[in-house]
């Protein structure tokens, strides 16, 4: 009787942008941040019970650029001052190739677009309300 095992095949986990790429994509998604996406959602601290962007920033997780928002509270009985919650994602697939994918209220990240380049993905993300932080 033959046994069975288990043998990793690999998958689009393993493909990462090399470190001259990365910077251009990070200086790119940094750009988008800066000249968009923080005028339009991040507004001027206020004093109010209930939850407030006060910062828009990205950071890589593996081969994946996510862009997160900073949430702050200035209720007494909330139970963290501040918070992050993601809301878009940029999953390197190849050579200025992306997935890019929103960040559901359930956790998870759905998947819309793909195989799009870097160009395509920020401007998507710029124009459609699916990849917006608030």
Same mark, same amino acid.
């Given at each position: 009787?033959a046994r069975g095992y288990w043998l990793y *095949? ?15 994509? #990070? ?8 000249? *968009?996406?923080?005028?339009?959602? *991040? #507004?001027?601290?206020?004093n109010t019970k209930f939850n407030y962007p ?14 997160? #928002? ?35 209220? #359930? ?8 195989? *799009? ?18």
């Open positions: 009787m *095949v690999g998958g689009r986990a393993g493909n990462k942008p090399q470190s001259g790429e990365k910077l251009a994509i #990070t200086a790119a998604c940094e750009k988008l941040i800066r000249e *968009v996406l923080k005028p339009r959602f *991040v #507004t001027k601290p206020r006060v910062d828009i920033f990205g950071k890589w997780h593996g081969n994946k650029y996510r862009f997160l #928002t900073r949430f702050r509270c200035d209720d007494p009985q909330s139970y963290e001052p501040e918070f992050e919650a993601p809301f878009a994602r940029l999953e390197y697939v190849w050579r200025d190739h992306f997935d890019l994918s929103y960040h559901r209220h #359930t956790g998870e990240w759905f998947p819309i677009f793909q195989r *799009v380049s870097l160009k395509e993905a920020l401007k998507l993300i710029e124009e459609d309300s699916h990849f917006w932080p608030c």
